[in-house]
């Protein structure tokens, strides 16, 4: 459930300086609205025990809107951020936000949080500093009654803010790794590996829900003569221009890889009535067109495809693969 409560005129939340760079820093993460996980659900849990609240959360200060990546005891999964508290606490990076008693304090005594359900009127929040500097959100603790906040329960929230801010850091560095290693550093396509694992999904889909696709193996034609006589740094900047050129052919939700080489692969989603031979027909045209390259010789190759259509018939993965090789082969003897 999102954006329960309703804003109404109140009053509208400060605005960091720095917001155009803190926002760059949040979508830096690459975590809004996905799925809980189990390590920023864990901490919210041990702060919820730790300082003895009902209701602890973790939040991420988008643009117009606080999404928690994690929360106890709140009950939804975003807040307005005109009645979001974090949106007070990330003013002030360096200090903790601590208000004891809501009804007691102007900024939020009329809040719907305070005046609505749940009724809260304790809260603490640490906001959540990255590397860099930026308050990417918070991690705080409320409660529907008020109370005092020591300096001890003060440190312990911000030793929980700087395990939050470590656990974003290795989920940024492990995602980071994983698409570096699905990834074809020259044309910054998929790879292989990460075609053949989206394909065996697909076919898993398709295999369900009847839901057509083709797949397509593609290879060029003349693309050893550029490198025999241009050099491999030509034929480097063929592939990446050849590679951008299919792109411009295929819609959102298809799939070009590089497969290695002069090789590559496509998973198209559709009929195969609809989409094969337009698609086959606008990719030869595109990539049939002269390149200029970067040392002023200009080049022009061709490309030969193959292609398949899934069904029942097609079957697992490793034979559509063949079917689609079998296709290529058969198109480049013709």
Known sequence: MAKLYQVGEYMKCPIPANEISRLQAVYAYDILDTLPEVDFD?????????????AAVIGLMDSDRLWFISQLGLGVTELDRQIAFCAHAIMAPNELLVV???LEDERFQNNPLVTQAPNLRFYAGAPLINLQGYALGTIAVADTVPRRFTPQEGEILKDFSKLVVSTLEHRSKASQYQKLALTDQLTGLP????????????????????????????????FKMVNDTYGHAAGDEVLVRVAQAMLSQLRAGDMLARLGGDEFGM???????????????????????????????????????GNVAYSELTGSLDKIMAQADKALYQNKRG
Request: charge should be positive.
């Open 100 to 102: 004891e008693n809501m």
């Open 191 to 222: 790879n292989r590996s990460n075609f053949e694992r989206t394909l065996d999904l697909q076919i898993a889909h398709s295999s369900r829900t009847g839901d057509p696709f083709s797949l397509f193996y593609m290879d060029l034609n003349q």
């Open 42 to 54: 864990t901490i919210t849990r041990i702060a919820s025990m730790a300082l003895k609240v009902p």
């Open 267 to 305: 998973i198209v989603r559709g009929s195969a009535e609809e989409t094969s031979q337009p698609l086959m027909q606008r990719i030869s045209e595109v990539v049939a067109k002269p390149i200029m390259l970067s040392n002023g010789k200009q080049v022009s190759i061709g490309i030969s495809i």
